[in-house]
C-alpha cells in the first residue's frame, strides 16, 4: 500500500509540475494578481514538504501512510486550482485569438468601422456574433451557431462597443429569420 501511495503522489506531483509551467507560461499579463496561481504553488510546496517527509520516514521502515495521503490531498488540490487556471488561459487564449483580427476595429469603439467589417463579413459568409456573459440570449445564440453557422465569440472576451454595434447588425439580419 505504501508503495502504491508513493507512486501515485509521485504521479500528481509530476503532473501538477508540468501544468504550473504551462500555466506559468501562458498566464494573463493583465490582473495584477492571479489567486488560482498562488493557491496552485501554496498547495503544491506543502506536498512537497509533506512528500519528502513521507520518504524520509518510509526509510526508516515506518508505517507513514498518512503522510503520503496527506500529501496526495495537497497534490490534488493543487491540480484543482491549476485546471482551472489551465481552463481560464484556454478561454483566454481562444478569446485573443478570435478577436485579434477585429482588435483594429475596437480601438476607437468606432460603429462606422465595424459596419464596414460587417459588410465584408456578410460577402465572405464568415458572420461572427459577440457573446455577452451579463446580456446573453442562448436561445437566440444557438439558432445563429446551428440554423446560420454563426461563429460565436466566447463569453470570456473583454466587451467592446463596436462589439455590440456588430452584434446589433447581425441580430438585424437575422431577427425575421429568428421569429419563425
Known amino acids: ?7 501515485i503522489a509521485l504521479a500528481l506531483f509530476l503532473v501538477d509540475v508540468l501544468l504550473l509551467i504551462i500555466n506559468i507560461k501562458y498566464k494573463d499579463q493583465i ?6 496561481l498562488d493557491y496552485v504553488k501554496f498547495f503544491l510546496f506543502l506536498g512537497i514538504i509533506v512528500f519528502v517527509c513521507f520518504l524520509i520516514i518510509a526509510k526508516f521502515k515506518k508505517d507513514v501512510t498518512i503522510l503520503a495521503a496527506i500529501a496526495i490531498i495537497f497534490f490534488c488540490l493543487s491540480m484543482f486550482f491549476n485546471l482551472r487556471l489551465a481552463k481560464d488561459n484556454y478561454d483566454r487564449i481562444q478569446c485573443n485569438n478570435s478577436i485579434s483580427e477585429y482588435s483594429k476595429y475596437f480601438e476607437f469603439d468606432s460603429c462606422e468601422k465595424i459596419n464596414k467589417r460587417f459588410e465584408e463579413d456578410l ?9 455577452d456573459k451579463y446580456n446573453s440570449d442562448s436561445e437566440f445564440e444557438e439558432v445563429l451557431r446551428d440554423k446560420h453557422g454563426i461563429e460565436l465569440i466566447g463569453t470570456s472576451c473583454s466587451q467592446f462597443t463596436s462589439m ?17
Open 123 to 131: 460577402m465572405n459568409g464568415e458572420l461572427k456574433y459577440f457573446q
Open 164 to 180: 455590440e454595434c456588430y452584434n446589433d447588425l447581425v441580430k438585424e439580419l437575422f431577427k425575421e429569420n429568428i421569429s419563425e
Open 31 to 36: 490582473p495584477s494578481v492571479i489567486r488560482d
Open 1 to 7: 500500500m505504501k508503495i502504491k501511495l508513493k507512486y
